[in-house]
């Protein structure tokens, strides 16, 4: 998929914030959780309309879960999904692992957990942030 240079910016601004919550072992957080701290880092949103501020995350975290996805296929490293450390405030659940697309609660709180205990985050935010 492609994304905008809005989506990749802001993805690549999140991503940081992201690894370093899974590190310190953080959240989950929710989509306008993470909007707030996207926003003390200066970045801008496109929408504040009717609280509806967070719905533009879904695409900043579309593009995280894709580079993972890549780079879990170029480097053979079993990655867990970062991204369902990002919860729905109303169902707690993250948008893209919910039951609608065949996770189970059990599922997301395994993955969730795994997420935590990867050891090699920092080595995948060096290798694909490059920085």
């Known amino acids: ?26 959240g989950p957080i929710t989509y306008g959780e993470l909007a707030d701290k996207a926003e003390e880092a200066g ?47 109303k169902t707690r659940q993250p948008t893209y692992f919910s039951e609608n697309f065949g996770w189970s609660d059990d599922r997301i709180r395994a993955e969730q957990e795994a997420v935590y205990n990867f050891e090699q985050w920092e080595h995948i935010r060096q290798a694909i942030l490059q920085d």
């Open 43 to 89: 970045i801008e949103f496109r929408t504040a309309h009717r609280g509806y501020r967070a719905l533009p995350m879904r695409w900043p975290l579309g593009w995280v879960l894709e580079r993972l996805c890549e780079y879990r296929e170029e480097s053979g490293i079993d990655i867990p999904h970062l991204t369902t450390i990002v919860v729905n405030k």
């Open 1 to 26: 998929m492609c994304y905008n240079e809005w989506s990749e910016t802001v993805g690549s601004e999140i991503f940081p914030i992201l690894i370093q919550m899974a590190i310190d072992r953080q």
